[in-house]
């Protein structure tokens, strides 16, 4: 992989299958993937982290945030999709298209948020009064056009623990060791 791909997967090796072949998939129990297809010119920003494949065809443009949104969602960069091809998505749960309002918000638990319009307004806030947010999760309050795609399954760590990676010692005894994803978990 390229420095920016390693920065970004925190994996070293990037494998790419071609010719016949057929592909099976093994994910933890309550985990999907879904397999988007693109057709042109896409607007919405992905979190790179629910993303596990995209075919040739395909370009991947890293998209800098407002420093509001990079404030609210902790992402620098957010990844937007171009040409056409095939996305994979892995998320906990079905996943189903919001179509936002202009302005009239919509309130969407931070966890199930998998990507937005890049024109959309977001920020963070509890549904409810003041005093909410004592005993509620917070949620994105997002205006826009367009729609939002988000995984509607239960939202939990597990999926954040599955795609996110660990130190990077641990990332490469489990690239560079044979057999090393069995020996270094």
């Keep these: 992989m390229n420095l920016q791909?390693?920065?970004?997967?925190?994996?070293?090796i990037r494998s790419k299958l071609s010719g016949p072949a057929r592909l099976l998939i093994a994910l933890p129990v309550g985990y999907t993937l879904h397999c988007m297809k693109l057709a042109g010119n896409e607007d919405l920003l992905f979190e790179f982290r629910h993303l596990l494949f995209y075919t040739e065809g395909i370009r991947m443009q890293s998209v800098m945030q407002s420093f509001k949104n990079m404030?609210?969602?902790?992402?620098?960069?957010?990844?937007?999709?171009?040409?056409?091809?095939?996305?994979?998505?892995?998320?906990?749960?079905?996943?189903?298209?919001?179509?936002?309002?202009?302005?009239?918000?919509?309130?969407?638990?931070?966890?199930?948020?998998?990507?937005?319009?890049?024109?959309?307004?977001?920020?963070?806030?509890?549904?409810?009064?003041?005093?909410?947010?004592?005993?509620?999760?917070?949620?994105?309050?997002?205006?826009?056009?367009?729609?939002?795609l988000v995984q509607v399954g239960k939202p939990d760590a597990q999926l954040e623990q599955f795609v996110s990676g660990d130190g990077l010692v641990k990332r490469l005894l489990r690239e560079i060791v044979p057999f090393g994803g069995i020996w270094f978990k």
């Design 5 to 12: 791909g390693m920065y970004r997967k925190k994996k070293l």
């Design 71 to 148: 404030i609210a969602t902790k992402d620098v960069v957010r990844m937007k999709f171009s040409g056409e091809g095939t996305i994979g998505v892995i998320s906990a749960g079905a996943i189903t298209d919001w179509k936002l309002h202009p302005e009239t918000p919509s309130y969407i638990d931070t966890r199930s948020l998998i990507a937005y319009p890049h024109n959309a307004k977001i920020d963070l806030s509890v549904y409810g009064n003041h005093l909410a947010s004592q005993h509620m999760s917070f949620q994105w309050k997002i205006t826009g056009e367009g729609g939002a």
